[in-house]
């Protein structure tokens, strides 16, 4: 008895794994952009978080800043504007930006000096949502 495989199943097998490969292919393509969105996004709230821990360990005000115009999100120390953080934005494939600049300063208590909103949005139109609020916590939507 042969225990090999023939020419013609080792192509059909191949031609099966071709097709799904497409197919998979595609639906992966259109799923990128979202999870980019996303990834900015989760690195935004970390950054937001950082400077928290990091002015209330440091015991001194730590700027959380997003620049529209450069697309980039730095945190910093108040005191002497040392750089803890950088997000460039524009470094990531689908074009996301901030739709408009946002500071905030975080308090050795942990305390937001100023509540509000990072809109980020990409070049295919989608859109995510990081809210700072006084407290000092972050959420997303």
Known sequence: MNKGFTLLEALVALAIVAMLTGVCGTALMAALPGAEMDRAARTIVSMCRHA???AIKRNEQIRFQCDMAQSVCETRVRSDNALLRRF????LRDHVAPVRSFTTHYTPLGRATLAGTVTLRNSSGLSRTVTIRL???????
Do not use: H, N
């Open 52 to 54: 928290r821990f990091e």
């Open 88 to 91: 460039d934005l524009a470094g």
């Open 135 to 141: 407290s000092g916590s972050v959420v997303t939507q």
